[in-house]
T-cell receptor, first 113, second 118 residues
């Protein structure tokens, strides 16, 4: 059974700081890994999807890496801004399970001015 | 392209009632998945539909059911509501392209329906 863990559970940083969010998964036989952002009371916004054949994926100030063999992914946010404050979730699809994503519990990020 | 839409956005029900939630996927998407999000359990998978067929189901009681229509719109129903069913219900869609497989595709989420059971 796939389990996804995110560390830290919460993070508070001053504006402008670079930061790293961590995600680990127990079953390395994944097709891809997806990072999402969730604002309070809202739905999920897809940030990045890394296919299993990729090592990195970048979008603006965001960079996600994937190391399947060690069961880890990191989301790097450069030059953080108060607008980045949200919960960040990572998720992996089930091996043979259509449509099912297994999520971590998320990292609550607060960027203060 | 319009995103995933869910209706209603908010619902208040009492124990024992039933509720139906609706999800319209992104145009052209054929796969729709449903999730329940609670503070204690996080995001949990309910079920997935593709071409009007349920292909996968999570560990939820039979009170939770769903269906998908020929236009890919999906509904989920919860009967005999319990206090513990209070949650944010999210649906997600993906293209379901032949030869790719939904497991390799990005899932796009709607804004959710907030259900409160009193």
């Amino acid at each position: 059974k796939q389990e996804v863990t995110q560390i830290p559970a919460a993070l508070s940083v001053p504006e402008g700081e670079n930061l790293v969010l961590n995600c680990s998964f127990t079953d390395s036989a994944i097709y891809n890994l997806q990072w999402f952002r969730q604002d309070p009371g809202k739905g999920l916004t897809s940030l990045l999807l890394i296919q299993s054949s990729q090592r990195e994926q970048t979008s603006g100030r965001l960079n996600a890496s994937l190391d399947k063999s060690s069961g880890r992914s990191t989301l790097y946010i450069a030059a953080s801004q108060p607008g980045d404050s949200a919960t960040y979730l990572c998720a992996v699809p089930g091996g043979t399970s259509y449509g099912k994503l297994t999520f971590g519990q998320g990292t609550i990020l607060t960027v203060h001015p | 392209k319009a995103g995933v839409t869910q209706t209603p956005r908010y619902l208040i029900k009492t124990r024992g009632q039933q509720v139906t939630l609706s999800c319209s996927p992104i145009s052209g998407h054929r796969s729709v998945s449903w999730y329940q999000q609670t503070p204690g359990q996080g995001l949990q998978f309910l079920f997935e539909y593709f071409s009007e067929t349920q292909r996968n189901k999570g560990n939820f009681p039979g009170r939770f059911s769903g269906r998908q229509f020929s236009n890919s719109r999906s509904e989920m129903n919860v009967s005999t509501l319990e206090l513990g069913d209070s949650a944010l219900y999210l649906c997600a869609s993906s293209p379901g392209l032949a030869g790719v497989g939904t497991r390799r595709e990005t899932q796009y989420f709607g804004p959710g329906t907030r259900l409160l059971v009193l």
